[in-house]
């Protein structure tokens, strides 16, 4: 068996790093120079390598390094009592890592879940305070509604769609003596973009007065109740017209609603 021979033999039992003696004293020596064991014993080790990552260290067969040692020609040493395995201390580390990567994972995963679950609950609380505000204020506009009707001087006069908006109907109930008035409309489309609806009170200077603008709901219904204008002690007319959404001083837009004081 030539040199070369002789150390390719002994690749593999280098890559499970189980050469000592002189054998691993020569093999160091024949490495660095030898492109053809390099290679080798890169592609034992390699394979050794994953059979370590999956299995764990794995001893070499038994009576393996005897019958490599034969084949060479070379005496089986005495048998020795070996260390402790080299991959032992590096084994309980990488089981270390990965249960404290495992830990970290399942910790990361109860905090989205209970992130998750927060959100939902500040989405839900957000709901309920929309809605308590919504029945706090169809609170409001009930008992001022009602409050009027109670009222022995209210008044109420019909207001009729025009042309602009022909289904839209609508009602003021309003008494003079103390200058309050509501409007309840129905049938109105929504306003268009950059536009709403304002209020108008026409008194005996027949000069329109502004009275409050609004957006109707998306059913087109609408409760406003207007501003304590002087006019509202003798109202002659009460009309609705499309202005710009900030409001005009005097109307501009169409007239949707009009009804006069009968």
Known sequence: MSPADRFLELVPLAALDALDGQDLVDFREHIPGCAECRAELAAYEEVAGRIGASQGAMPPPPGLRNRV?????????????????????????????????????????????????????????????????????????ARTVRDLVAHPESRLTLLVGLDPAPRAHGR????????????????????????????????????????????????????VALPRVEDTARPHTFAVTLEPASGSAAPTGPMVLAGAVS
């Open 172 to 223: 003021v109930l309003w008494n003079a003596a103390s200058r309050e008035a509501i409007l309840l409309a129905s049938g109105l489309q929504a306003a268009p973009a950059g536009q709403a609806y304002e209020i108008w009170v026409i008194g005996p200077s027949k000069k329109p007065v502004p009275a409050g603008v609004f957006q109707p709901r998306s059913d087109g219904s609408a409760l």
């Open 69 to 141: 040692l034969a084949g060479v020609g070379a005496a089986a040493p005495a048998r020795v009592t070996r260390a402790a395995p080299r991959w032992w201390p590096a084994a309980l580390a990488a089981a270390a890592v990965v249960g404290l990567g495992l830990g970290v994972l399942s910790t990361r995963m109860q905090l989205e879940q209970l992130r998750e679950r927060t959100l939902a609950l500040q989405r839900e609380v957000e709901r309920a305070q929309t809605e308590v505000s919504q029945l706090q204020e169809a609170l409001v506009e």
